[in-house]
């Protein structure tokens, strides 16, 4: 089978994997962020001593115990950002009214055709192992005391023979052994061959450490010959013992494990054709770049784009629509056999989008690869496809992207997109390469560097700001100073076309100074210090000047030099300078703490967060960045995040400020959803010191007045 091939399931996928979690042993409920507890499992009467129907619209928070609850949210937003988050041991309110230790994992849910995001929660009752534990002293005589609880297993290894001395009479449910049959066999020979250096490997790091502790998930034999999922947690608590060992908690996750690798292959496959998605096209183009030989191979990505698919759907109709789709992969998986056959290539065929299908293929041939792939491609869109008894002409246009020596999954994805739409824009039946022009490129950029070293002399560099607002109050809360470059031939630049050059050629230091010395000078212009109106100035730092051991010293004396409080001033730092190794950079922003200015965590949700940044770096406020808010009101997962993170903000006592915000229903949006603070280019655009001091006073419904008649005015173009 291809590497892109998934084969075809003849039965109803959602309910094999609900029969499944129903009849596990685990508890499953599904988090949404706005419905709260939208589905849950008929084990979780069994596990959580609750049924279904009490579960339904609660927040998950108010099950878990106070002193989880914040590693419970930190752990529900990495799976959100991340796809997957634990297990994690939590205490959670049981039926019966006590609290009881669980084991917890999350998994995102990206629900198939809606673009709905959620979170699938996996519970499992660990309370009799946590408390057999603790009262378990680490003695021979003892190890009696060692019982069978819930669905698991509890063994003893001894470390000297190999066998197992102990094995809880659950064994015989587990895997189907009696506790006599199990005792006579060498532990090595019930784990697969394929996992058994895995388990060697971590059944040696535990016993090096006393009362050591890992958890791994390898396959073990069943009586009958099959292989069983098992999770086993090893622990190293009798290792003083005469007949010293290690401690084993064995459970059967096969149930589970089969879920969820049903869920990520519906995540990483397109439903309707069978095909590889985006996601896992990409992981199979940065695999190929990784293991490139450039010497001897070559890899090229084809995207493919259905001319007048729309006129298709259109005339006969979705169905028809789709059975063209399915007909298209069907021969885009003959061509990819074709290929690997007679020119020995490795071959991934994906859907992306409706009508947009991409081709990556990887060959020792450097020479003929891209030219001859196009034509094998064309060739088999010579038959006509039959559609409703009717044959008709099918023709596609072709963007191609070649991988280079600094090439990777994205940059040449969207090399190949940039071609297919150049292609388009020609005419049907067309085929693009794509150029970079790096030349062009490499020579502008030299060209904004050495204009750069002469800008602040030249006093070139000005500041605009860019207010947030209170939706309490109505009143302007803080403003972003954003530094522009008035460039004496190319006009006024944006940030986007200096500040990259400024951080490659270590300029950055000293236009962020220049930027902190007039914010801080604007400030106090403002009065932003005025103790019965405080307000704030905030400025963007990068991580080269954290970097820098004299950047808080400079930063308070700026703010002394213009007579500014420090309360009324703050840095911007994004997640991705937290993530830099450099133990300067949490020097410098614990200075800063102390100094008594603020801290905030720019474009908040867009990958790296995490609550140990927030609670390590002092943080003050968040900001969720713009393209979450953008999609608020028409993408159910943008605005599943804004949910998020607003609540995320509150139980931390955060500052949230949405920015981006562009028209009257994200506004309206963000207010229903408890968010207190806003900007955006609808309620202000960055403008000059001038241009805003005789806006500072000016509410926030006469800029949503504004933002309507904006609305209305496109409306009726």
Not at 143 to 171: C, E, H, K, M, N
Not at 295 to 316: E, H
Not at 337 to 344: A, F, G, T, W
Not at 435 to 442: P, S
């Amino acid at each position: 089978m291809g590497s892109e091939e998934v084969p075809e399931f003849l039965m109803d996928e959602m309910a094999l994997i609900t029969h499944i979690l129903d009849h596990s042993t685990e508890a499953a409920i599904v988090l949404d962020p706005l419905l709260g507890i939208c589905y849950a499992t008929a084990s979780c009467t069994q596990v959580l001593g609750k049924a279904p129907s009490e579960l339904f619209g609660a927040a998950a928070k108010s099950f878990v115990h106070e002193s989880d609850v914040a590693r419970a949210i930190e752990a529900r937003v990495a799976a959100l950002s991340v796809g997957h988050s634990g297990p994690i041991d939590l205490r959670g309110l049981h039926g019966d009214g006590e609290y009881h230790w669980f084991e917890a994992e999350w998994w995102r849910f990206d629900e198939p055709g809606s673009g709905r995001q959620r979170v699938v929660l996996h519970l499992r009752d660990i309370d009799h192992r946590i408390k057999t534990v603790e009262a378990l002293s680490v003695s021979q005589a003892q190890q009696d005391r060692l019982l069978q609880y819930g669905a698991g297993v509890t063994a003893i290894l001894s470390q000297d023979s190999g066998f197992l001395s102990y094995v809880s009479p659950s064994i015989h449910h587990v895997l189907g052994w009696t506790q006599d049959q199990i005792s006579e066999i060498p532990m090595s020979r019930f784990i697969h061959p394929d996992d058994s250096t895995a388990f060697e490997q971590i059944q040696s790091q535990v016993l090096e450490r006393p009362n050591g502790r890992a958890q791994i998930e390898v396959r073990c034999r069943h009586k009958s010959g099959a292989w069983r999922v098992v999770e086993l947690t090893l622990e190293n608590l009798i290792s003083e013992d005469a007949d010293s060992g290690l401690l084993f908690y064995i459970y059967d996750v096969t149930d589970r494990r089969q879920a969820v690798d049903e869920l990520t292959r519906q995540q990483r496959t397109d439903s309707l054709t069978g095909l590889a998605n985006r996601y896992l096209l990409l992981d199979r183009i940065s695999i190929g770049l990784e293991g490139e030989d450039q010497a001897t191979s070559n890899m090229v990505l084809l995207k493919c784009d259905i001319d007048r698919f729309g006129m298709f759907n259109d005339a006969l109709g979705q169905d028809v629509g789709d059975d063209l789709l399915r007909e298209f992969a069907r021969r885009l998986r003959a061509l990819a056999r074709r290929l690997r056959s007679l020119r020995n290539a490795e071959v991934t065929v994906a859907r992306l989008t409706s009508d947009e299908f991409a081709l990556l293929v990887s060959s020792s041939d450097r020479e003929t690869l891209p030219a001859e792939v196009v034509e094998e491609l064309r060739q088999m869109l010579l038959e006509p496809f039959r559609l409703q008894g009717t044959e008709h002409a099918v023709t596609v246009c072709v963007g191609v992207a070649v991988a280079e020596m600094d090439s990777t999954a994205e940059e040449m994805a969207r090399d190949a997109s940039a071609a297919m739409h150049f292609a388009k824009s020609t005419g049907a039946n067309q085929v693009s390469y794509f150029n970079r022009r790096v030349r062009e490129a490499a020579i502008e950029r030299l060209e904004t560097q050495s204009d750069l070293v002469r800008a602040i002399d030249r006093d070139e560099l000005v500041l605009h700001f860019q207010p947030a607002y209170d939706t309490r109050t109505g009143l302007l809360e803080s403003t972003e100073a954003l530094v522009r470059w008035q460039h004496p031939e190319r006009g006024l630049l944006g940030p986007g076309y200096f500040v990259p050059d400024a951080e490659s050629s270590n300029r950055i230091v000293e236009l962020g100074q220049w930027v902190i010395d007039h914010a801080a000078q604007t400030a106090v212009a403002w009065n932003f210090d005025d103790p019965s109106m405080p307000r704030k100035m905030w400025v963007n730092v990068s991580a080269l000047q954290l970097q820098s051991a004299a950047f808080a010293e400079n930063l308070v004396e700026s703010l002394r030099s213009a007579g500014l409080t420090p309360s009324a001033f703050g840095i911007e730092v994004t997640e991705s300078v937290l993530l830099v190794s450099d133990p300067q950079i949490s020097k410098t922003l614990d200075d800063v703490h102390e100094s008594g200015c603020s801290i905030a965590l720019d474009d908040f949700g867009t990958g790296y967060s995490s609550l140990t940044y927030l609670q390590r770096y002092n943080v003050d406020a968040i900001k969720i960045d713009q393209s979450f808010v953008a999609g608020l009101t028409s993408d159910a997962d943008d605005a599943s995040i804004v949910v998020a993170v607003n609540s995320l903000g509150r139980s931390l006592n955060l500052s949230v400020i949405a920015e981006g915000v562009e028209t009257a229903g994200q506004l309206d949006a963000l207010i229903s959803m408890g968010c207190t603070l806003v900007s955006g280019f609808g309620l202000c655009r960055p403008i000059p010191e001038a241009e805003l001091t005789p806006l500072l006073n000016v509410p926030l419904e006469a800029r949503r007045i504004e933002i309507d008649l904006t609305d209305q005015s496109t409306a009726n173009r």
